[in-house]
């Protein structure tokens, strides 16, 4: 393994965990507690063919994820410089989240739809070259603390945003207040579904102005072939790379567990807010009050990740994260109005009034505490747990099938939970798909060896 010789400097390490700070808000925000919700329960005809038709547009953009990210990686080793590439994506990511703000209820479903997974597709690239550059910056002793405080950052970034939302821009469709009792800011209507849709443009402007300290401060790799060339070379290039990680067994074990896990993840983070929407007709204020409890604990769940990881490996770190991500949800789907744990214990179904009035939703909130310690750290030490695997010359590549692995088959876990959810009219039973998802990959990633660089 070549180890990196002459470490970023300290602007430069900060410029590449923004990344992670601007791109947040738009997962955060947009996909999973307002427009998300926003578009399950305002736009579309009722509650089911929402949450639906939203998984089917993750799984598409899932898909075309697959496809691309390890082919991307590989050009990219070939071209050399990333920022480039981040730089494009961007144009792609800011546009398609800016005409957001057109997805006004009564509006064709399919627009929105285009642009969330436009947007999506432009996100995640961006993400491939950027996790590419990690094992420049750093030594293999700092990758797992850099990783976990990164991704911290971005949910400390995410919760700012958030917060801005509903307590400036989210009004209340009964009251018009947000949820600091204030009318939302610029004059937007609640109940055309402006403040929703002003995630969108927001979310742009966000990530606009906070990647800037990347592209000005961290260092990229040198120059390398044209684009040409490197297309035709990438190409190649991969191909030699999936027969390599063939033989590399540990890389390979790691490889497929990470491609199963994370559907299961990235489904539950992207269906959790509307699935709380539905059960419990929680209005944009109490999504979003949610989405800030979840970031608060997320942060602290990176935070003491960045200290496990260097103490006793990455690899701990993701299996601990999943015994913890399939409690929660086993706990999510099992909880109703006047129940928790599928019957097995009663709560009162009086409503206190307020925010969370019932017993159920406190319950779930508790369930929601333990998703947001486990849901930064499986991702964040799995970041690490390959950047300690592979060298800084094969990293491009390596991320680039590391993407595939986390995209693969992303479209399967929500195109499941969005079919099972069509077919039987339950959400909850729609949900109980990603366990099966997190448990499979646990089970497969328990024998691989950390770091995963065992040739086999």
Known sequence: MTKVLTPAPRRGVLGWMLFDWAAQPFFTVVTTFIFGPYFVSRMASDHAAGQAAWGWAIAAAGLVIAILSPVLGSVADQTGPRKPWIGFFAVIQIAALSLLWFAAPGSPLIWPLVFFSLASIAAEFSIVFNDSMMPRLVTKDEIGRISNIAWGLGYLGGMVALIFVVGFIAGSPETGKTMFGLDPLFGLDPLSGEDARFTGPFAALWYFVFVLPMFLFTPDAGKGKPIGAAVREGLAELKE???????????????????????GVNALLALGGTFAAVMFSWSITEIGLYGIILNVVAIVGCLVASRLDTALGSK?????????????????????????LFGLISLPTADSGGLFGTAAEKAYIIYGILVGLAFGPVQAS??????????????????????LAGRATSFSAPFLVATVTALTGSAPAGMAVIILFLLAGLIILLPAPYPADNPG
């Open 382 to 403: 799995s970041r690490s747990y390959l950047a300690r695997s592979v060298s800084a010359e094969e990293a491009g590549r390596y991320f680039g099938i590391y993407a």
């Open 241 to 263: 790379t999936v027969y390599e990680a063939r033989k590399r067994s540990g890389i390979l074990r790691f490889l497929i567990a990470r491609m199963i896990y994370q559907d």
């Open 316 to 340: 701990w770190v993701v299996l601990a994260s999943l015994v913890m991500l399939m409690i929660a949800t086993t706990g999510i789907i099992s909880t109703g109005p006047g129940f928790t």
